[in-house]
């Protein structure tokens, strides 16, 4: 179980550190859509985002922000998990393959 614990995080520092600071900067699909038939301008901001378009405005890398707010964002979802599991008890080891 600790080499897939390992596994998993390994391979989101990848997608953390490599891919998505090379993500493309085009608006996404709903975006897109809302600017082709004009009703993104009735847009409105209901809750403020922490890190809006993926981004730490810490320092002027745009792919070091965006690598930071993955960091930042991973590491909150997995104290997140950690908290839960620790807080419903026990997991059953049966139901997990090895």
Known sequence: ???LIIAGILLTLFVILVLAPNASS???G???VAIKYGFIKFEKEILKAPFP???VRVTGNEKLSTALAGLIGSFV???A???F???TGKRDEASFPR
């Open 26 to 28: 085009l608006p996404d």
């Open 1 to 3: 179980m600790k080499k």
């Open 85 to 87: 599991f620790k807080l």
């Open 77 to 79: 979802v997995f104290v």
């Open 81 to 83: 998990v950690v908290l």
């Open 53 to 55: 378009d993926y981004q």
């Open 30 to 32: 709903l975006e897109k």
